[in-house]
Structures are given as C-alpha cells and as structure tokens.
C-alpha cells in the first residue's frame, strides 16, 4: 500500500513540473525578442540579430549580409533581416536577393563599342609605358618599343 501512494505522490509531482514547464513554455515574444532561457519572459534580440514574427523560440536569427553583386536597402533590426537589392543588370538567385547573378546570354557582347575602345586604349598605353620604363632616349620612328638609336640628337615619337 506504501507503495502505491509514493508513486501516486510521484506521479502528481512531476505532472505538476511538467504542466509548469508546458505553462511557461507558452510564453509568446513580440517580433525583436526572444524568450529567456528559463522562459519566463522576454528579452530583446542583440546586435546583428532578428525575429521577425511572434513566437515562442530562445533564439533570434542572425542578419544575412548583402552578397555577391548586391547591396544594402535595409539594414539589419531586431525586427526584420537586412534587405539587400541586385546591382543593376543583375538578377537575383532568390526573392532576397542577397546573391545575384548576371543573366544568362550578357556579357561582353553587351559592353557595347565604347567600352571595347576603352579596353583596347588602355592596352595600348600599357604598352607605351613599358617602353618608357626602359628609359628609352630615343625611339626609331615608326616603331614603338624599339631599340635606342643614337641619330642626330632629334627624339622622335612612336606612331599613335
């Protein structure tokens, strides 16, 4: 008979610890907090975390940064995950839009004239300096980069 009141006294102890736990488990967090450890209340989310929505969890969510060609709109608050934007003629992997990507089919075919005489002046004037850093005193005319000829004093420029 001992025997079974001591397990019935058990038995209505740890129903009690369960439905206590389950109570406070109930607790609901505003969006930016997050319940306590012992979940009895709420505290704020920290720096460079987030909730977004109310809930029951002891942990806020950690802010994604803006990624691959893409930058900040929104940063990170305790209520809401940063929002980031592709940079222009970028398409977005998600709906986020933290990685972006070019299309598919761009490239440099769609640099456009101006951007190819860009590239090719640039490399020209690469070339040109090299011959410079040679500390070359005179330059035949009519090549660029040739050897230093000692002529009558005059310098001469290579061809543009």
């Known amino acids: 008979m001992v025997w079974k009141s001591s397990c019935l006294v058990c038995s209505i102890l ?3 610890t369960l439905d206590r736990n389950h109570v406070l488990s109930e607790i609901t967090c505003q969006p930016g907090e997050k319940a306590t450890k012992s979940r009895d209340g709420c505290i704020p989310c920290p720096d460079g975390q987030y909730n977004n929505k109310h809930s029951q969890i002891r942990e806020c969510r ?6 691959l060609n893409s930058f900040e709109v929104t940063p990170c608050r305790p209520k809401q995950n940063t929002e980031c934007r592709c940079n222009e003629g970028f398409k977005g ?5 933290k990685r ?22 640039f490399i020209l004037i690469l070339k040109l300096s090299r011959c410079c850093r040679k500390k070359t005193k005179i330059i035949r005319q ?19």
């Open 100 to 121: 972006c990507i070019c299309p598919k089919g761009s490239g440099i075919k769609n640099l456009g004239l101006a951007s190819v005489t860009a590239f090719l002046l």
């Open 62 to 67: 950690n802010c994604d940064p803006c990624e």
């Open 93 to 97: 992997l998600d709906k986020t839009q």
């Open 142 to 160: 009519g090549s660029a980069c040739g050897k230093p000829v000692e002529e009558s004093g005059e310098k001469f420029l290579p061809p543009v």
């Open 14 to 16: 740890c129903f009690l």
